[in-house]
């Protein structure tokens, strides 16, 4: 397979997946300049690298795991307090929504905080990306039955966030 086929590939994946790739990134960070940075780096990453690909076929996990990898390095390298303030000088600031927030339900995104990055990666993929279980296994680089307890775990930890403790 030559390097101009599987660097084709990757840019195809990248170009069908950004929003979806910002979207992930985006529940790691909460905030938009970040998350572009994360998914920047990330292609950065994948076509860097687009060399090591073997199979066409695992290239949009490859490239989801890269992006996953990246997040969490972000979040523990950049781990503070982010305070927001009011503008006092009614200076008007011009924000581009590049993309469509599906991730609307801010209580579940709070909820998603609980979660260690591990737990936090298999549930956005499986639901918020709507990955089959054998997809998120795949992007992580974990084993199926690994990722379907940690999504027990984790959804069983989301519902007692949610529903204050009950069962």
């Known amino acids: 397979m030559s390097y101009e086929t599987v660097h084709h590939a990757i840019e195809d994946i990248i170009l069908t997946s950004y929003e ?60 503070r307090e982010v305070i927001i303030s009011d503008i006092s000088d009614n200076e008007e600031i011009m924000v581009d929504k590049p993309f469509i927030d599906i991730y609307e339900d801010i209580d579940m995104l709070k909820a998603l905080d609980i979660l260690s990055d591990r737990e936090k990666a298999v549930v956005i993929l499986r639901y918020f990306e709507d990955m089959k279980i054998s997809e998120v296994a795949q992007c992580l680089g974990e084993n199926i039955n690994t990722v379907k307890s940690v999504l027990y775990r984790s959804l069983k930890k989301l519902k ?8």
């Open 20 to 79: 979806s790739m910002y979207r992930l990134a985006y529940t790691y960070v909460k905030n938009e300049q970040d998350a572009l940075d994360i998914v920047q780096e990330s292609i950065y990453k994948a076509i860097k690298n687009s060399d090591q690909i073997d199979n066409i076929e695992s290239a949009k996990s490859w490239i989801w795991r890269i992006l996953v990898n990246t997040a969490i390095d972000y979040v523990r390298q950049n781990k």
């Open 160 to 167: 007692t966030e949610i529903t204050g403790g009950g069962s």
